[in-house]
């Protein structure tokens, strides 16, 4: 399986083929890098009919760095490995598209990566300012635009098909006591306790 690196001002992230990451640097001018995810990015899709125990959502990657022992149920397989570039029409430095497919055998999936320069930022909240108006705080001048196609390619209708996206990021930018996290490896990995990870 292959990985891609989309690099851009102020943060970079490493994808595999199928859209999953467990590293994504923030890096101020002047500061130490921090590590945003230090934990996953990855998709997953259900439908009607779908290959696993229990009818359960697939993961499109086939295993999570974090924890180790987290092997999934995926059976994707890469079909264009992940490619990155520098897109001459986005004004936005470094490695700013990328693109990848993978399949099950009943869709295919397309993955677009877009680096998008919002200019101000976002919106991330209200605040007032000395003369008591109320203002936005701005917030993430730069953002990844991430699309998925996903089309049918089995003979049959697919019904109820959902897609999932699940992120567990670490935005705090410190590592101080108040900001941690732990997991027992001999807990799930044993009894009913083992199938949650597959939902």
Known sequence: MGYGILSFPLWTIIVN??????????????QNLHENLSGEWAAAIRYDGISTPGGVSMWFTPEFEEPYFFTTNSTFWTIKPISTWDDPNNLVEGNDTGYSKISNGVVTVEIRYQ????????????????VGTI????????????????TNISSALLTNVCFFQFLHAHPNADYDPNNYGVYDPTFCPVGAFQEYRYD
């Open 135 to 150: 203002l936005p705080i701005m917030r993430n001048r730069y953002v990844l635009k991430v699309t998925y196609k996903v």
């Open 17 to 30: 083929d199928r859209g999953y990451s467990d590293i994504m640097l923030q890096h101020f001018p002047g």
């Open 115 to 130: 680096r998008i320069d919002t200019v101000t930022g976002i919106a991330v909240g209200l605040q007032p300012n000395e």
